[in-house]
């Protein structure tokens, strides 16, 4: 967390700015079904955003690091398990911090449960297990494309199947067997 201050102030300020934007657009949220429907796209917004919001982060950064580890991996310094291990541990911290800020920010001041302090935890977890899937999906974008370039724009690409088959923009009934 500590070892690139840079990119650590610029994921936040990210995180921040997300945060701005989806306030201006859903606050105040109402027990209406207008408002019911906009808990659902607020929920869609939130996965979406925070599985890009990682993805791309971290799809640049390991075409960057493939020379090293190819060259460290050709030396039987270690394997692909313990560098991948060490790695996801190592954003590990910045994961909870990133679900912790965002989902005290946007749960409270939309109001989307606040009869229930234990659903807090429920969108925390979703929060933070959403950071983790586009770490993933990062990692494994970055490791398939050498040039950091092409990586960031076949990361935008993650963005169609989850958004399609997530249920959102079309029902799950609605979507041809052949696709799902």
Known sequence: MLRNPKAMKAKFI?????????????????????SYLNRIGLLFLTAVNLVLMQNLALVTSFPLQKAVFMKEYRDNMYG??????????????????????YSLFIYWIVGLNTESDDKWF??????LLSIMI??????????????????VNMGGLIAFPLSYFCGYLRNFHNIPDATS
């Open 14 to 34: 990210g995180l921040f700015l997300t945060i701005i934007y989806t306030l201006m657009v859903i606050h105040n949220l109402g027990k209406d079904y207008e």
């Open 80 to 101: 692909v398990v313990p560098f991948l291990t060490s790695k996801f541990l190592v954003h590990f911290l910045d994961e909870v911090m990133s679900a912790l800020v």
């Open 122 to 127: 429920i969108f925390y977890s979703i929060c």
């Open 134 to 151: 586009g770490t993933g999906l990062g990692i494994l974008i970055g490791t398939i494309f050498s040039e950091p370039a092409v990586a």
